[in-house]
């Protein structure tokens, strides 16, 4: 009988580890896209009321799960070049000035060099201008971010739609205006294989692209 209690037992403590493993797969996912859920938003919600200063900027975000980055910002310029000044017709062109473009916005253009980059899971924010009294965001990453978008009250104004790219352009609660856009990787990646670009600058381009890319210009006295 003690021995027929000690099996019992162990059949219960297994059934236990059983139950809490699949509890813990079914609610796994769900609160680890709650929590991307909430780290987005506080993104967000930093380029509509932005603090004063950078490094409050990263403690917002690194409060909310993000990590520094030193590429960051430029990835996300980067892709934002590229979303707002695609050109299908000269893909050479567009992904070297999109290049050229987003190294002279942080190198040679007015803003000073503290400027703000993190990262999070495939997504990327970039902090602009804080220091400089002209702040704004370029959020970059898969499409859940242009889903959030709309979930917290982005009004679109006009829109423009081509096989490879949307482009959006309207406003957030306050006033602040912004532009999105969604790329197609599996209708772009055919068009820069025919292209004439080297095979490894495709493969570079390919592994930088974001699908969605967002834009918000801060307007003052909009909070």
């Given amino acids: ?6 099996v019992m037992a162990g059949l ?27 780290s987005l938003t506080a993104a967000f919600n930093l380029c509509l009321s932005p603090p004063d200063s950078p490094d409050a900027a990263r403690e917002v975000l690194d409060d909310s799960g993000w990590q520094p980055s030193e590429d960051a910002t430029a990835i996300a310029l980067y892709n934002a070049v590229v979303a707002f000044n695609f050109n299908a017709a000269d893909l050479a062109y567009t992904f ?43 959020l970059t990453g898969p499409d859940q971010l ?4 709309e979930r917290i009250g982005f009004e679109q104004t006009t829109q423009q739609i081509s096989g490879v790219l949307g482009q959006t ?14 790329v197609d990787l599996a209708a772009l990646e055919p068009l820069l294989m025919a292209s004439d ?27």
């Fill in 96 to 138: 070297t000035n999109a290049g050229f473009m987003a190294a002279s916005v942080l190198g040679n253009s007015a803003l000073g060099p503290d400027q703000v980059g993190m990262e999070l899971d495939g997504y990327r924010i970039a902090v602009l201008g804080i220091s400089e009294g002209t702040p704004y965001c370029v």
């Fill in 146 to 149: 242009l889903a959030l978008l």
């Fill in 12 to 38: 219960r403590t297994s059934m236990m580890l059983s139950v809490g493993a699949i509890l813990v797969a079914l609610i796994g996912p769900a609160a680890s896209a709650q929590s991307m859920d909430d």
């Fill in 1 to 6: 009988m003690r021995r027929l209690g000690e």
């Fill in 169 to 182: 352009m309207g406003s957030l609660p306050g006033g602040h205006q912004v532009a999105a856009a969604r």
């Fill in 197 to 223: 670009l080297p095979e490894d600058r495709v493969s570079q381009i390919l592994s930088t692209i974001s699908p969605s890319t967002v834009h918000i210009a801060y307007s003052e006295g909009s909070e």
